[in-house]
């Protein structure tokens, strides 16, 4: 047996070519990793440029789909639009990184803190606390609440500012998205900055380089009894590989 | 044929290669000059759909295209019906070898579907087919590396997986082989592509390349729809309130089967994704996690559609969501 005639030859391959060339187009401008995790670059682009080839020849076989009537339906149009919609913003809009309303939706630390899952996992315990990024830092901060336990250690963050929840209008997450497979699994990890009236000066979503060591928060009410009191604070353009893996 | 008709088709096919071609190089060019004249500042959730979306397509469309590649290869390459004649007659047997088939087509679960469509057209009962989909994701070496890797020490969430996975896709392919008639389980879509084509005027690469375009034809709407609907989800569902749910044993293996549902991460991977709640969720959810996910997902049910009918698929994700859970209850108490 073998497969015979279709009714959507046009949609399903002008899909197949503007994914194709977006491929193409954010694998040459090294934006890829927006939307998935570095290691399946090269396999994007391999089956971008496998597609391009089996789509040009394919055109050959409008033969066979324009013998057959189209029978058009108002769901199949419906579904049509939302993937033309989808299409279109592809190929048209400027790929843009996961915002913090996706992490506050996410819960920031939420998926799990456990040092034994973190990357830095050798220097815990250790002196050397300088390579700790984001979720490691936050990992400490779920497991160690006493003030003591930080003093010396100082923690040089890069992350986006999202607004840390609750009733603390001086603290703000320096935040970081980790993901293993593409934007779809990414987690949010964040730690607590503290910066009065950090808004006027660092809009949600922009990017972040925090310097600092850990206090005590002042405001004793706080849901985040220890914070980073930076020494350091600069806004900082969004990094070239803007999620942790 | 006289030479004057031979010459004026090969001009008519290398006139639509072109065309091809320049629609692929059309788009390229429209996506590099939008990126430099458009600048539009959406609202956060709608970006972030978008993202979200866009990011299922790229990330399913390597694989997506890898399978049907091989789902060609399977129909077109093979010899007719040799895959079959290398298989036991006996149905048990023939389940239990065809679950093993991801060892030598190792593509994620959204690879398969087109492999699995690829073996029906070359004669295999739909409950093979079944059988294929839901244990191939998971009984390849990709998908059992990477558990082993994310996993060293826990080698029992290894087996649960593996052993789960198999018993799971070999239970419902023995149900869906009690399915009389093929026309209550493949759609009536599905079935007319599936008939013989009465041309014998295709060489194997214009087989091939046919095949390739209504495979793309039929996959490509139902992933942006998938994609679409996977990204609805995240952005109106928040995770916070399924991941609270880990401490308690039913509840976590709840939890983390919707979880799998909604992240639709690939098989190959998600070992090192659902390692980081495996602090907060008993062992039984996280093997869920790892066997409902490559099986079922948001994304997988829409590519499904294409194949299957809706109460197929409402079978199907009944049986795997129950068995699951046995199986995550079965690893939560016995460990």
């Known amino acids: 047996m073998a497969f015979k005639g279709s009714k959507h030859v046009s949609l399903g391959l002008a899909l197949a070519a503007t994914v194709t060339a977006a491929s193409l187009w954010l694998s040459y401008t090294n934006k890829l990793n927006v939307y998935i995790g570095s290691q399946y670059d090269w396999f994007a682009l391999i089956m971008a440029v496998l597609s391009f080839i089996g789509i040009a020849a394919s055109t050959l076989s409008k033969k066979h789909a324009h013998n057959e009537r189209q029978k058009v339906s ?123 009236n950090w808004k006027q000066h660092y809009p949600v979503n922009s990017w972040v380089s925090v310097s600092g060591g850990f206090i005590e928060n002042p405001h004793k009410n706080s849901s985040f009894p220890i914070v980073v009191m930076p020494t350091k604070l600069s806004a900082v353009p969004e990094p070239a590989d803007p999620y942790e893996r | 044929m006289a030479a004057s008709s031979v010459t004026k088709l090969n001009r008519e096919r290398w006139d639509v290669r072109v065309v091809g071609f320049s629609l692929v190089a059309g788009l390229l060019i429209i996506r590099f000059i939008s990126a430099v ?8 959730k709608l970006q972030d759909l978008i993202t979200l979306s866009s990011s299922v397509i790229l990330e399913s469309f390597p694989f997506v295209t ?62 093979e087919s079944v059988t294929f989909l839901l244990a191939a994701p998971i009984l390849n070496p990709i998908t059992l590396l990477t558990t082993h890797e994310a996993f060293p020490t826990d080698s029992h969430i290894l087996i649960a997986r593996a052993v789960g996975a198999l018993l799971i896709a070999n239970i419902i392919g023995w149900l869906f082989s009690k399915e009389r008639r093929s026309t209550d389980v493949l759609t009536k879509k599905f079935i007319a592509l599936c008939k013989t084509e009465d041309d014998h005027t295709h060489t194997k690469w214009e087989h091939s390349v046919d095949l390739f375009a209504r495979e793309t034809t039929s996959i490509m709407p139902a992933l942006f729809v998938g994609a679409v609907t996977a990204g609805c989800i995240q952005v109106l569902v928040p995770r916070s309130v399924l991941l609270g749910l880990g401490g308690n044993a039913l509840l976590s293996i709840l939890a983390m089967i919707v979880l799998a549902l909604i992240v639709s991460i690939c098989s190959n991977v998600d070992a090192f994704f659902v390692l980081a709640f495996s602090t907060t969720f008993s062992v039984g959810a996280v093997v869920s996690f790892l066997v409902f996910g490559p099986m079922i997902d948001v994304k997988m049910l829409a590519l499904m559609r294409t194949t299957y009918t809706m109460r197929a698929l409402l079978r199907i994700t009944v049986l795997v969501t129950l068995f699951t859970i046995i199986l995550g209850l079965g690893v939560n108490y016995g460990f």
Request: net charge positive; hydrophobic share 45%.
């Open chain 1, 74 to 196: 108002i769901p199949v149009i419906g579904l049509g639009l939302i993937a033309g919609a989808l299409a279109f913003t592809l190929l048209m809009l400027q790929p843009k990184v996961l915002s913090s309303a996706t992490a506050l939706q996410r819960g920031i630390n939420a998926g799990g803190l456990n040092l034994a899952t973190t990357t830095n996992t050798a220097s815990f315990g250790a002196t050397n606390y300088s390579q700790f990024d984001i979720r490691d830092w936050a990992s400490v901060l779920s497991q160690a609440t006493s003030e003591s336990f930080y003093t010396g250690k100082t923690a040089n963050l890069l992350g986006f500012v999202s607004p840390a929840p609750g009733n603390d209008p001086d603290v703000f997450y320096a935040s970081r998205f980790y993901i293993t497979c593409c934007a779809m699994d990414a987690q949010p990890y964040g730690v607590p900055i503290y910066a009065p």
């Open chain 2, 66 to 127: 890898l399978g049907i590649l091989l789902s060609v290869a399977v129909q077109v390459w093979l010899p007719a019906r040799k895959v079959q004649a290398w298989l036991p007659k006996n149905g048990y047997a023939r389940r239990l070898c065809i679950s093993f088939l991801g060892v030598l087509l190792p593509v994620c679960e959204c690879g398969n579907l087109p492999v699995a469509r690829g073996l029906i057209a070359q004669g295999f009962t739909v409950a």
């Open chain 2, 37 to 44: 004249i458009v600048h539009v500042n959406l609202p956060d």
